[in-house]
């Protein structure tokens, strides 16, 4: 965070805004600037997702179904052109154990 305490910004508009201390019943406080940046505000759901090697994610839950919506467009696409290729999804014809049926 820069000195005069306005968040960091790196590729894609990902902002850098400090630390955060977990309290003893285990509550954070979101710095102002991402809550205004994120236009979360009170009242707005956050998701608390985690992966064991790199750690948590907040995310609102629209913001994932978006995600989810254009990784089934992206799906969706890749399938229309492997018909048109005349290939399936598996790429040989077969299922992934090897068995054609």
């Known amino acids: 965070m820069a000195a005069d305490g306005a968040a960091s910004y790196g590729p894609g508009g990902r902002g850098f805004y400090g630390a955060v201390t977990v309290s003893e019943r285990g509550q954070i406080s979101l710095p102002a600037q991402a809550r205004r940046d994120l236009g979360i505000t009170p009242g707005t759901k956050l998701l608390v997702l985690g992966d064991p090697e790199q750690g948590l994610a907040l995310m609102t839950l629209d913001r994932l179904m978006a995600n989810l919506q254009a990784s089934d467009a992206l799906a969706g696409m890749l399938r229309a052109h492997m018909a ?5 999804e598996g790429g040989d014809g077969g299922s992934a154990d090897g068995d054609p049926s």
């Not at 048109?84 to 399936?88: A, F, I, K, P």
């Open 84 to 88: 048109e290729e005349g290939g399936t």
